[in-house]
């Protein structure tokens, strides 16, 4: 193995097959035609993508041609012409989905409602009629700020519509994370709402917008559409912000979809860089729509009656890709939920799952930790019968938390699927197909049919079986982000770059650690920023923080690396501990020798501290970067905008 790969040390054995009667009903129903699909998009991956696009898909003009490749810029579906608000909606309407439940919604307070087909679709050409009345045009870029209210989809739908690119910003951003996005994007209009709940609070999303837009801060922002969904009163400025309510009245419902071509732009999504300004990843139409609608199709393995629900904000990528298109495209009934696991009602979700008979749950590890935390006597409360399905994405799920989400949660009888991607891939990469693929707990298995991945060294070649090595990609695919909005310098030096094309060929570096194993499963072993050199050894942070995790006292941890003169580095780990246990210097010291006992001496943390809470971004993933800074006794230093809740870092600070 050469130096610049990382070492893998953890070993799981169990594998899971999927239950007979799950695959006899399943789109792909064996491992047999799991193998013959990938291995057909493989020998030749533009037929492949052009008879799913063909089948899929409604198309107002076919492609010339399916995929033209300047690398690393890629165009799928050439000249071809359609509209992903029309395929998520008005061709549902010629058939009996046309009053099919589309969206259905749950408030946190308790309030819900439902959108057919036909309803959404009304809405969203009103919503549209509207926007065009306010002056956006095709191409104009609109930011959207919002809580999960169905009007988050709706404004999204609206603006895919009219060809205008939106951009969501997260309703936990800051006022000044939501400028920078904004001015980035020199969006001319602000979608929000007076406020939004979350965790038993209101957001004051409004005035945010405001404080983002002060002083003409933003100045390309000529108004602020404001939907009403708190009622605490807002400011509103006479001339620039308006409700959706007042404007709405007498519009009319009738907005034909915008023909749109294959490569325009659709949305722009911001996603943190490890340093510097935030990157604006760039999704076009036409590929992005198939691949988010045939991931959907076979990963969840959708069926016309199931009630499926994922539980993340639109304001993330998974938000985009499988609450609203995905889902919308295949004519799919998908829930939102308003809120997060809260203090008055932290069992809600399984009151969410009991309620609406929800069949097919995708969720992050951040959250299933969360729920092992809080008991199991909660979802044992309940009847989640109804599942057949269950998912994760976000992390590598550590394999304790993988066989709980299985036993608790699925009643030991759904397939989970681990599903490995990123904002810049559009859809799923790595992922079971549950009614093909068995799976492992702690990987993401095998590429979805059309993705040819690979763990390779920093020169392009294949690693061994069960070496680590950095995760590629070796051929575009439908979903794959075009550029960085306004920077495609930067798209080719953090994606293309790293790894030199080799023979001809290119490879899209991901910036994850990975192993293959004999049976060409992938394990995913988190950030190649984060692995930790242990006196010459690379270990990557995921593979230790499943062995401390493992142990009964632990709920969560995060493994850092301290300079050390002798090892080169020192494991550091910071670990919160079960609701009941009590920190000791016995109990470290049971730690130390549990990870001993999982990998190796190698592996051992020199340094554990306990913690409350650990720092993580407001999608839940731990910032090791942090975490580094304060084992190394520095300055926490860069960019910690993004950290949920800064009071974790001030406690961890005073070494509690
Ligand atoms: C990064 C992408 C993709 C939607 C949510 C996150 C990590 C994501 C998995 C998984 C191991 C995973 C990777 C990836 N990641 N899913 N199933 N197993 N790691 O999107 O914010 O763009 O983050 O999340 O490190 O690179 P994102």
Redesign the pocket.
Known sequence: MTEATIESVLQENRSFPPPAEFSQQAHIKSLEEYEQLYDRAKADPEAFWAELAEQELDWFQKWDRVLDWQPPFAQWFVNGKLNISYNCLDRHLTTWRRNKAALIWEGEPGDSCTYTYAQLHREVCQFANVLKQLGVQKGDVVGIYMPMIPEAAVAMLACARIGAPHTVVFGGFSAEALRDRLNDGKAKLVITADGGWRKDTIVPLKEQVDKALAEKAVPTVAHVLVVERTKQGVHMEAGRDHWWHDLRQGVSADCPAEPMDSEDMLFILY?SGSTGKPKGVVHTTGGYNLYTHMTTKWVFDLRDTDVYWCT?DVG???GHSYIVYGPLSNGATSLMYEGAPRPSNPGCFWDVIEKYGVNIFYT?PTAIRAFIKAGEHLPKARDLSSLRLLG??????NPEAWMWYHRVIGGGRCPIV????????GGHM?TPLPGAIPTKPGS?TRPFPGILADVVDLEGNSVGTNEGGYLAIRYPWPGMMRTVYGDDDRFRRTYWEHIPPKDGQYFYF???GARKDADGYYW?M??VDDVINVAGHRLGT?EIESALVSHPAVAEAAVVGKPDDLKGNEIVAFITLDGNVTPSEALKAELRQHVGNEIGAIARPGEIRFSDALPKTR?G?IMRRLLRSLAAGQEVSGDTSTLEDRSVLDKLREGV
Do not use: C, F
Not at 392 to 397: A, D
């Open positions: 996603t993340a993330w990528i998974t992050a994760t994405v976000g992390e590598p799920i681990d599903t490995w991607w990123q904002t810049e891939t790595l993401a991901a910036g994850d995913v988190g950030r995921m999608s993933k």
